[in-house]
């Protein structure tokens, strides 16, 4: 390439940077008209030579509530973790309905966008109150000018007050969420994954530590969830599993080793071997 | 939010604080200009360009606590946007020396002269303008923190490492405005100054007006930071303390309000800078020493982090122990100083406010 090439090559305004390159206008909700919310398509990531993810493939329709389960290191949370940004895969495609390509956003653009996380551990900030904790959550613009002088109106009190409802916090708005149980802390969680009305949940181990009663009811805030928007659940717990969902993917090293309704999968032999160790 | 409630948020400290503030703005002047010198309740002159240097460090804590103590970015570099403003406002103050320096030249500060230089540096130009110097104060250390906060926290750095970026800022800088071909008067800085906005810096009334300049622009410092933790935004910048990839996973820009901040906390202690240094009389590399940024963590951590008027209690007890100490015994302030920071660390994590809420039973 001669000089002048170059120099023009370098200086192409829509390809200098991929700032300047970024469309105006995102779509601002997912597009789910094929009745798909997430495509996952040969995902692969590895971690010092270890496949975390193999060439994962996966798709989950609009509205459905999905279980994933699997044995430790197959590979559950570092899907979560390419989905929200958090990891970028070495090969594949990752697209949120038909138009977001999750591999060219980070993650608050894909929570913006809305896919909302429950992590493993539960993540809630504790030295703000149960009620702060909401109102972060919050659906809505997230700059900092808007931030600096945002106010709640009527509308957005009723909601978090809704949300406080709906997990059962009502009573502690304005204890710090540090010194809530460690399930009430899991309940927060949840809730502020409601507060930003996200179209795809990823919740990751929901009832770990929960009591039965909690359990069940954790139980049916998911099924309830389902329909209007999609939810993940990654858990281990086989008899909440069985309660909630219709169909389940069992990961195995990275990949998909059967998928199906949960009566399906338990009388797969495949699965039997690798997960129940028969 | 209303005047009042912005007045009231910082609890009972913050309401003592100000309560300060006012009584400094009436006592310090009427003690000084209202008193004949030889009246028992004078307060000496020195007295009162001391508590406005105090006051103006007091400022430069609570910038240095508005990110430290709410954001948990640890800078061990503010002293380098202190100085930076310090260094603004010094420029405007050897414009105004003009032919009473001591080669008489209209255009050009004495050492320029004492150099062969021939004429003024193209970055010496409008600082003769004292709103030139003023936006000065505020652009110098805002577009180095822009900078330097952009690429820092889009990278992610954070932690320990972003605090030794800091130090290598600060020390860099310290060498660099050493070199006499910087134009900034080399390792004797920019002294010698004569008056400001045409008063007299010897005059007793300028040195008032300066120490109330001081006051007025630590209160309103103080409430800008109230209003800021106050808002969503500092509910923000306190979540991005606790935990910075939830924060990030709700869809918050972490880098942008990390930054946002970083580059506020640095106008403050530009503020601080150039109100330091017509008190102090001369600005100089030595400002940007790595060891006085370390310096000024220690007085936010001994008067008690995330709380705004415990630093600049901090910034008052410390200081107030320095001057006494490098009078009393020279050899063993900084002994002093690092058993302080130790002792604190482990016995008053919350500092001295800590320790007085502690005391109340409540908080304060």
């Not at chain 2, 061990?76 to 946007?81: D, K, V």
Request: with cysteine; glycine share 10%; proline share 3%.
């Amino acid at each position: 390439m001669n000089l002048r090439e170059t120099v023009h090559e370098m200086t192409r305004r829509d390809k200098v940077f991929d700032f300047v390159n970024r469309p105006t206008e995102r779509p601002s909700r997912v597009d789910i008209s094929h009745n798909t919310i997430l495509y996952l398509e040969d995902i692969t990531v590895s971690f010092d030579g270890f496949r975390a993810l193999d060439a994962l493939t996966l798709y989950i329709d609009a509205g459905e509530l999905r279980c994933i389960i699997g044995p430790n290191g197959a590979g559950k949370t570092t899907m979560m973790d390419v989905i929200t940004g958090k990891t970028r895969p070495e090969a594949g495609q990752a697209w949120f309905g038909q138009t977001f390509n999750l591999l060219r956003m980070d993650e608050p653009e894909i929570a913006q966008a809305g896919i909302g996380r429950k992590f493993q551990k539960p993540t809630v900030f504790t030295e703000h109150t149960v009620f702060e904790n909401l109102e972060l959550s919050l659906a809505g613009p997230r700059g900092v000018w808007h931030t600096l002088f945002a106010r709640l109106d009527g509308a957005q009190r009723d909601r978090i007050a809704e949300v406080m409802e709906i997990i059962g916090l009502q009573d502690h708005a304005l204890q710090r969420a540090g010194s809530l149980s460690h399930g009430q802390k899991q309940w927060l969680e949840i809730g502020m994954l409601l507060m930003q009305e996200p179209q795809l949940l990823l919740v990751d181990e929901p009832v770990a530590g929960m009591t039965p009663q909690e359990t069940e009811r954790t139980a049916e805030l998911l099924t309830s969830l389902a329909g209007k928007r999609s939810v993940v659940v990654v858990e281990h717990d086989m008899a909440f599993v069985r309660s909630i969902s219709r169909t389940v993917t069992v990961l195995h090293e990275g990949r998909v080793l059967a998928e199906g309704s949960i009566d399906a999968v338990q009388n797969d032999s495949e699965v039997r071997r690798v997960y129940l160790g028969e | 939010m209303t005047p009042r409630s912005l007045l009231m948020r910082g609890g009972r400290g913050g309401a003592i604080f100000l309560a300060v503030m006012a009584l400094l703005a009436v006592v310090v002047p009427v003690l000084n200009l209202g008193l004949a010198p030889d009246a028992a309740l004078h307060l000496p002159d020195y007295w009162v360009t001391l508590l406005g240097k105090y006051l103006s460090y007091a400022l430069l804590a609570i910038a240095i606590d508005l990110i430290w103590g709410y954001c948990g970015i640890l800078s061990l570099g503010h002293t380098a946007f202190f100085a930076l403003g310090g260094y603004a406002m010094g420029m405007y103050l050897m414009r105004q020396i003009g032919t009473r320096g001591m080669y008489g030249n209209a255009e050009l500060p004495d050492f320029m002269v004492f150099l062969n230089w021939e004429a003024l540096p193209w970055y010496w130009w409008g600082f003769d303008q004292f709103w030139f110097a003023m936006l000065m104060v505020l652009l110098a250390p805002g577009v180095l923190a822009f900078a330097f906060g952009w690429l820092a926290f889009r990278s992610r750095v954070g932690g320990v490492y972003l605090s030794i970026i800091t130090q290598a800022l600060t020390y860099a800088l310290m060498l660099a405005f050493f070199r006499n071909e910087m134009g900034f008067g080399g390792n004797n800085g920019l002294t010698d100054f004569k008056d400001i906005l045409g008063y007299s810096l010897q005059s007793q009334h300028t040195r008032v007006g300066l120490f109330l300049a001081t006051v007025v622009a630590l209160t309103l410092g103080y409430l800008a930071c109230r209003y800021i933790t106050g808002s969503r935004f500092g509910r923000i910048i306190e979540a991005i303390r606790d935990a910075e990839s939830r924060t990030r996973f709700i869809g918050y820009r972490v880098e942008y309000y990390k930054l946002a901040l970083f580059t506020f906390s640095a106008m403050l202690a530009g503020i601080a800078g150039a109100l330091y240094v017509p008190q102090v009389g001369i600005i100089n590399p030595g400002e940007f020493s790595p060891i006085n940024s370390i310096e000024a963590v220690v007085w936010v951590a001994v008067g008690g982090r995330g709380t705004l008027y415990g630093a600049a209690l901090g910034a008052g007890i410390v200081n107030y122990a320095k001057t006494w100490f490098t009078t009393a015994f020279p050899e063993i302030w900084l002994y002093a100083l690092g058993a302080l920071f130790v002792a604190v660390t482990l016995a008053l994590p919350r500092g001295v406010v800590g320790l007085l809420a502690r005391r109340k039973g409540g908080t304060a």
